[in-house]
């Protein structure tokens, strides 16, 4: 049982000194969200996240200037 109570500990430690501390909850779903589909455009990805189309452009805007993603023209 120690070393499962160890190895949970070590790794909730990698995992908080790996993810990034500026992205929230929500952030990380639409992360999920466009790497689970092909190719998916805004108006889909805020049906599937259930959140505005405003908001959706936002993030997405966000993590274009990061360079998390890479927006594509169709």
């Known amino acids: 049982m120690q070393e ?4 949970n500990e070590k790794y909730t430690n990698i995992l908080k000194e790996k993810l990034n501390n500026d992205l929230n909850l929500t952030d ?3 992360i999920y969200c466009i790497g689970s589909t092909d190719k998916i455009n805004i108006t ?9 189309k405003g908001y ?3 993030v997405i805007k966000k993590f274009t200037k990061r360079k998390e993603i890479k927006k594509i023209s169709m």
Do not use: G, R
Request: proline share 0%; glycine share 0%; hydrophobic share 25%.
């Open 56 to 58: 959706t452009s936002k």
């Open 44 to 52: 889909q990805l805020s049906k599937k996240i259930k959140n505005s």
């Open 28 to 30: 990380y779903n639409y």
């Open 4 to 7: 499962f109570i160890y190895a």
